[in-house]
């Protein structure tokens, strides 16, 4: 194993593989730190946790267990992994992950580049944009778990790590590998540790990702991986897939602004159920009805429990966040757990906790990474009768479901 990926959600990992697959590397998925050795031909290896919102001394103990694994394999280069709206509270837990993985590989010139630009987030000033929006208004300011309330990545990474904070600004990034490689180096001699890469777009992430060459560890979205597999003398290629047919089912937890458009284009068109929070934790509404019903209706069925920010408050006001989260992504695992029961071959979920709770329900392990649905994620294969489509919230088209159950039938 070349390159070794510790990603702090599912859905984001996908993401990242999904960009090292295409830039040619052989490349897969663990969900958690695996028991076993990989397989000798794997080029990446993205270990999946569901880290993001749980105690920050939790997420550093997994991820130093993630990180032990893929050395243990082999790894050159290690990429933490999260998500490119730069999801966490002022705690973390990017900053103390990072942390922690900086003192253990003993990195001076850490890159903190959540730039994504075929998604529409880029770095600007140290600021981070989604399309035309600062984060902080985005939408991403009412996430359930994460809040974004600030978009300032230099304040934001500040307030969670103990080290201090460089940046290496737009204008650097622009002349290339060269004066980026520069720029990092001034900034560590000035003192800083954590250095926030501005980029704006796919080509500036290739010199960023040159520029990374034999760093032993680059922390950001999956954007700034598109240029690491050039290091190791790896070059684009097609990615193998081999579809399934059957039935299709659709479950969403994603309340973020993305997958609520998708959601509304749906319900227009195809048979829908949203649950509702309070049947949920008070037992009313079971996984075991809701996965027959969707096996049982014809057609694409969602089951979502997806709402806008003012119905999640009130959720929120009435359970607390954590008691509202928890039930619902126990329900919709458990849901999955049935469909697959029942024979359904074909899952799709929304939003990243929600596909965590669902991957690990599933008990899945592995996952071979297929072709790419919409920017950031790909067609997975679970194993030979069971294939998935994990979306964070704020990705994909409007259409997004449709394509995406096409695609996973195809091929
Ligand atoms: P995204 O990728 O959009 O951030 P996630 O699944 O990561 O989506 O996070 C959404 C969180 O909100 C989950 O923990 C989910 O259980 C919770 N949630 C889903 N629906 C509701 C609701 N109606 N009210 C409150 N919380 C909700």
Redesign the pocket.
């Known amino acids: 194993m070349l390159l070794g990926c510790i990603g702090d959600?599912f859905?984001g990992s996908s993401d990242l593989a999904n960009t090292l697959a295409k830039a040619g590397m052989r490349t897969v998925q663990y969900s958690g730190v695996p028991t076993g050795d990989a397989a000798t031909d794997v080029q990446a290896g993205v270990v999946a946790l569901k880290s993001?919102?749980i105690a920050p001394e939790a997420a550093i103990e997994q991820s130093l267990e993630a990180l032990k694994w893929l050395q243990a394999q082999g790894c050159e280069q290690i990429f933490f992994k999260y998500c490119s709206t730069f999801?966490s509270t002022a705690q973390g837990n990017i900053g103390p992950v990072a942390d922690a993985l900086a003192a253990a590989l003993d990195a001076h010139k850490v890159i903190v580049c959540p730039a994504f630009p075929g998604a529409g987030r880029s770095v600007y000033q140290g600021y981070l944009f989604v399309k035309d929006m600062l984060l902080n208004e985005s939408g991403m300011e009412n996430?359930?778990?994460?809040p974004m309330k600030d978009a300032n990545l230099r304040r934001l990474m500040a307030a969670q790590s103990v080290h201090s904070v460089g940046h290496v600004p737009a204008d650097a990034v622009f002349e290339g590998a060269n004066a980026i490689t520069a720029k990092l180096e001034a900034e560590h001699a000035a003192g800083h540790r954590m250095i926030v890469v501005d980029a704006l777009r796919d080509c500036d992430l290739m010199q960023i990702g040159a520029a990374a060459k034999g760093l032993p560890l680059i922390t950001g979205g999956s954007g700034v991986a598109l240029g690491l597999p050039a290091n190791f003398g790896i070059s684009p290629a097609q990615v193998p897939w081999q579809g399934q047919n059957g039935k299709a089912a659709i479950l969403s937890?994603?309340?973020?602004t993305a997958?609520r458009g998708q959601i509304a284009y749906h319900v227009a068109r195809h048979p829908s159920l949203k649950v509702d929070?309070a049947d949920v934790i008070s037992g009313a509404q079971t996984p075991e009805t809701v996965a027959k019903w969707l096996a049982e209706t014809d057609g694409l069925p969602l089951v979502?429990?997806?709402?806008d920010p003012d119905?999640?408050a009130a959720?929120?006001a009435r359970f607390g966040?954590d008691t509202?989260?928890?039930p619902?992504?126990r329900f919709?695992g458990k849901t999955a757990s049935c469909l697959v029961d029942l024979g359904v071959a074909r899952i799709l979920t929304?939003?990243?906790?929600?596909?965590?709770?669902v991957v690990e329900a599933l008990d899945i392990r592995t996952l071979q990474i297929g072709p790419e649905i919409d920017p950031g994620v790909p067609c997975l294969r679970a194993d030979d009768t069971l294939v998935i489509a994990l979306?964070?919230?704020?990705f994909g088209t409007v259409d997004y479901f449709e394509k995406a159950a096409k695609m996973l039938g195809q091929g």
């Open positions: 959600d859905t993001r919102s999801d996430h359930p778990l994460t937890g994603s309340c973020s997958t929070p979502y429990s997806s709402a119905e999640v959720v929120q966040a509202a989260a928890e619902l992504e919709f929304a939003g990243g906790e929600t596909s965590g709770a979306k964070s919230g704020n």
